[in-house]
């Protein structure tokens, strides 16, 4: 089968996953969740990796998946089941080698534009309610999360009211998206932060929502935790752990605990589902 948006591969040594079926029109009306995916992966991918999700998550929210600003190298263990859905995508630079440089007004710019035009071209009407990622798209999806709370408290509104953020498996820091969210604590949006290292305190963390999603067999367990711990109020974080590794929970015990826990928050803000 080919892959939208992709020419088919007659002879690639590997068949292509079935890609997730879009949102049917059944869920135009429901409260939408922005979905952003990790460094070397893209929307289509991402779709398919969360498609346990999408299936359990699918009577109460519309899940709709952004594609990143800047192209890169397939992710760890993206090839070669996912090989022929590229090119690869990631938010921000993880490799100085690699990736450019470019300054932090411009790689927020990058940012803000990919999740609004994902956003502008869904076809759903229901209320922008949350924000979902996986490992780099967790910092990215915390972020804003962030970036909401700070417009709100420096300037009294905000122009997306982010309610909760899912954190699946994301590294610290967060990242600043401009001057009402800098600290020596947050990473700019032009900065590495691979290798981390701030030893004060974030004295404003991340006091809307969040539920952090850690799999207690991943290498970067430790660096989640660091995540939640030292950027995010304890009193408004849910945590949901699962025994896997750097990857999103298929077996529907897990994802049954990741999804209730999205309800269970999402009611708390007074959202339907």
Known sequence: MASKGFPYLS??????PAPAPPPPKSTLHLPRILCLH?????????????????N????????VFADGPHFCG???????????????????RWKPSEHPEIDDEAATDEIMYCTKRAMDEDEGTGEW??????????KVAASLLYDTQCRIERYGSAEMNWRFAVV?????????????SKHP???NAGQISEG???????????????????GLQDYGLELHRKMMREYCDPQSVTLVEWDGAHRLPIKTDDVSKVCQAIWKVARSQGIKC
Not at 56 to 63: D, E, H, K, Y
Not at 74 to 92: H, K, Q, S, T
Not at 168 to 180: A, E
């Open 38 to 54: 990790g460094g070397g992966v893209n929307a289509e991918v991402f779709t398919l990796q969360c498609r346990s999700i999408i």
């Open 185 to 187: 604590a947050v990473c």
């Open 196 to 214: 981390w290292d701030y030893q004060g305190i974030l004295d404003r963390k991340l006091t809307l929502p969040s539920i952090h999603v850690h």
């Open 168 to 180: 699946m498996q994301g590294r610290h820091p967060l990242v600043s998206f401009g001057c009402h």
């Open 74 to 92: 397939p992710g760890p263990d993206i090839v070669p089941v996912y090989e022929a859905y590229g090119p690869f995508r990631r938010w921000l």
């Open 11 to 16: 002879n690639h040594p590997q068949a292509l």
């Open 129 to 138: 309610v949350g924000v979902l990622g996986f490992s780099q798209g967790a």
């Open 56 to 63: 359990m998550l699918s009577s109460t929210f519309r899940l």
